[in-house]
């Protein structure tokens, strides 16, 4: 039986609607940490026009495989093995890269990685959307957004909620700008950055 994540079926709706209007443009999609494939499944099926890639580590990557078998439709991808720490990321050139509820978990060198990563990846014009919750100039949007901070690092230290301002260094620094900030349910935001010039 395949692990389903109700936080994903929660928040499924909102993302679509929002990348609905994010993705019109663009044709492939790169997956971040797809997790149980849930949003990969429903996310490819309610926006046909996207080739939608999933990745995940290789820990985590048969059950991945699975639902996409079961569930997946002719847009969605097998999906491919990822750590975003390797360098260069051998999976294909996109226009777009999606990631939810990632950087909260990864060590800020893993953040690093990230950004990087899409960096050398992302064709121009191209988008990354990026789902979670956010600190804005070191303060929480919420009591629950600090209370889920302090549960993060007392699990890993090098985890927890990151600061849009120190986001939008890494972004910049690979020719990315804030596009949009998006409010979302249960006080998380989908951040967007887009690339409309050559590095």
Not at 49 to 60: G, R, S
Not at 103 to 118: P, T, Y
């Amino acid at each position: 039986m395949l692990t389903s994540s109700e936080a994903c079926e929660r928040n499924k709706g909102p993302i679509l609607a929002v990348l609905r209007g994010e993705l019109a443009a663009s044709r492939a999609v790169l997956e971040i940490g797809s997790g149980t494939g849930q949003h990969a499944v429903y996310f490819s099926a309610h926006l046909p026009h996207l080739q939608w890639q999933p990745t995940e580590v290789a820990a985590h990557l048969p059950e991945l495989a699975a639902r996409i078998r079961l569930e997946g439709g002719p847009n969605l991808r097998a999906p491919l093995p990822l750590d975003v720490g390797t360098r260069p990321w051998t999976v294909p050139v996109v226009d777009a890269v999606f990631s939810a509820n990632t950087l909260h978990i990864m060590s800020w060198e893993r953040v690093r990685d990230l950004f990087r990563g899409v960096g050398a990846l992302l064709s121009t014009p191209g988008v990354l959307s990026v789902y979670g919750p956010f600190r804005y100039q070191g303060s929480y949007t919420s009591d629950s957004n600090a209370e889920f901070d302090r549960f993060l690092k007392g699990r890993d230290p090098l985890s927890g909620i990151r600061d849009l301002e120190a986001l939008e260094a890494l972004a910049q620094a690979e020719g990315l700008a804030l596009a949009a900030d998006h409010d979302m349910p249960a006080n998380n935001r989908t951040l967007v950055w887009r690339r409309a010039a050559p590095r």
